[in-house]
């Protein structure tokens, strides 16, 4: 190998070892080189969830979006029309006074925030909480429902005998409240099975958190943000550069300054400095010594910030202007508005009601509510508005004039009022004439022959 040869190899060798990026064939840790967390914890997504306004928007608006009303728990499946029964208006009441579906809406984001809740039956039958529930006999005896984070949740004891039907499922649970909250007195308590609901996509404490896909994109975009902000900080703050003369006399310069020696004279410039820039002075006067500034010039955060943005809108199946709503007068399509309520009324149908009616078999199972076919009826969110239903029936209305020149109605007049949102005009009271009547009543005179 020739003199050149080895200071090419040498010098390769050492950029090799400044950058490994540059290397063929090196293996990256992009979270390393990212800053981002290898292992991700509950920890992690409570604490973005609290301080990251996008990551909380995001749970919030699915959760309002499934849960805009509450549902009603009827005895079966409603035909057309449905009048309440007595058990069914006893429950309503009921949960209405113990704030049961508000209870679940709240489990319902803790879960998306930790991958899995817990809701705490407090059941009124006399046994404390690790024991297993006695039979009641009314949904009275719920008295109160319990949200828990995933973080306060554990698994005290497990079922390991490969004999038993429930093998591998909890014994019971430790909930401590303190691992969360900061409450003076907080709740230690172990908790049976029977009086808790794992709340999650597969009624396991083993699902993934909503926030896990794009917690990336998270960091990313506090990283932006915050980068923007301290660079524009640094630009309103101003900080002088002072450069002393060469033949500034140091000792003439702290006289001027009212310190003792020249020592003393960075310190005291840094003070003047610091009075000028939080405007205790106005201007301040060097003498020997030249002022300038160092402009920081930051490029535009926003095309940075918004692929940041729409990974995470994507990572939760958001329409991105719904998650962040309107940005410069744009409004979210139809299309959008359409794809987001297919999306909740999915979650729905496949999440929120087994878990809802997990909680109604319990309620069955410890007799506070009787057997029955229950069915959770929700107002479904792909309902068209008024001012939609009312277009509708007027285009109906259009086809029914076009059609009258044929001589024929496309719609009854109750169509159109069922799809403007409107019951059906009742029957129509026939009134009987004179003659009907002489004929009902027997006066009809005889003919004459």
């Known amino acids: 190998m020739s003199i050149m040869q080895r200071i090419v190899a040498n010098s390769v060798g050492r950029l090799a070892a400044l950058f490994p990026m540059l290397a063929q064939g090196t293996k990256h840790n992009f979270y390393a080189d990212f800053g981002y967390p290898e292992t991700l914890t509950f920890a992690h997504y409570h604490t973005i969830y609290s301080r990251n306004g996008i990551a909380r928007a995001g749970v919030a608006k699915t959760v309002s979006r499934v849960w805009q009303s509450n549902p009603?728990?009827?005895?079966?499946?409603?035909?057309?029309?449905?009048?309440?029964?007595?058990?069914?208006?006893?429950?309503?009441?009921?949960?209405?006074?113990?704030?049961?579906?508000?209870?679940?809406?709240?489990?319902?984001?803790?879960?998306?925030?930790?991958?899995?809740?817990?809701?705490?039956?407090?059941?009124?039958?006399?046994?404390?909480?690790?024991?297993?529930?006695?039979?009641?006999?009314?949904?009275?005896?719920?008295?109160?429902?319990?949200?828990?984070?995933?973080?306060q949740l554990t698994v005290a004891a497990w079922n390991e005998d490969p004999m038993s039907p429930d093998y591998g499922k909890p014994l019971s649970y430790q909930f401590n409240e303190s691992?969360?909250?900061?409450?003076?007195?907080?709740?230690?308590?172990?908790?049976?099975?029977?009086?808790?609901?794992?709340?999650?996509?597969?009624?396991?404490?083993?699902?993934?958190?909503?926030?896990?896909?794009?917690?990336?994109?998270?960091?990313?975009?506090?990283?932006?943000?915050?980068?923007?902000?301290?660079?524009?900080?640094?630009?309103?703050?101003?900080?002088?550069?002072?450069?002393?003369?060469?033949?500034?006399?140091l000792r003439s310069i702290a006289t001027g300054l009212g310190v003792n020696g020249p020592e003393e004279v960075a310190d005291k410039l840094n003070d003047v400095v610091e009075d000028f820039n939080r405007g205790f002075d106005s201007t301040f006067v060097v003498k020997g010594m030249s002022v300038?500034?160092?402009?920081?010039?930051?490029?535009?955060?926003?095309?940075?910030?918004?692929?940041?943005?729409?990974?995470?809108?994507?990572?939760?199946?958001?329409?991105?202007?719904?998650?962040?709503?309107?940005?410069?007068?744009?409004?979210?399509?139809?299309?959008?508005?359409?794809?987001?309520?297919?999306?909740?009324?999915?979650?729905?149908?496949?999440?929120t009601v087994p878990n809802i009616m997990a909680i109604v078999r319990r309620l069955v199972q410890f007799g506070a509510l009787p057997e029955r076919d229950w069915f959770v009826d929700w107002t479904?969110?792909?309902?068209?508005?008024?001012?939609?239903?009312?277009?509708?029936?007027?285009?109906?209305?259009?086809?029914?004039?076009?059609?009258?020149?044929?001589?024929?109605?496309v719609f009854e007049v109750d169509e159109i009022r069922a799809a403007a949102g409107y019951e059906a005009l009742a029957a129509p009271i026939e009134t009987e004439t004179d003659e009907e009547a002489d004929a009902a009543s027997g006066l009809q005179d005889e003919e004459v022959e």
């Open 292 to 351: 300038d500034t160092l402009p920081v010039t930051l490029p535009d955060p926003g095309p940075f910030y918004n692929v940041a943005l729409q990974s995470f809108a994507a990572s939760i199946n958001i329409p991105l202007k719904i998650l962040v709503g309107n940005q410069t007068g744009e409004r979210a399509s139809t299309e959008d508005s359409a794809e987001w309520d297919e999306t909740c009324m999915s979650r729905r149908a496949n999440v």
């Open 179 to 249: 691992a969360i909250s900061n409450n003076a007195k907080p709740r230690s308590v172990t908790i049976h099975p029977d009086r808790i609901i794992v709340w999650s996509d597969d009624a396991t404490m083993f699902c993934d958190s909503m926030l896990q896909a794009g917690y990336n994109d998270l960091l990313t975009l506090e990283k932006v943000s915050g980068a923007g902000g301290e660079g524009f900080w640094k630009n309103a703050k101003n900080a002088p550069i002072i450069t002393i003369e060469p033949e500034a006399d």
């Open 380 to 409: 479904p969110l792909t309902e068209s508005s008024p001012s939609e239903k009312l277009e509708n029936a007027t285009k109906m209305a259009a086809i029914n004039s076009q059609a009258y020149a044929a001589g024929e109605l």
């Open 72 to 151: 009603f728990l009827l005895e079966a499946q409603p035909e057309d029309s449905h009048e309440e029964t007595a058990i069914e208006e006893q429950i309503r009441r009921h949960f209405d006074a113990i704030r049961a579906w508000q209870m679940m809406a709240e489990v319902e984001r803790r879960a998306l925030v930790g991958g899995f809740a817990g809701l705490i039956l407090r059941i009124a039958d006399g046994r404390s909480f690790d024991q297993p529930v006695q039979r009641v006999g009314s949904i009275e005896s719920l008295v109160e429902v319990i949200p828990a984070w995933s973080g």
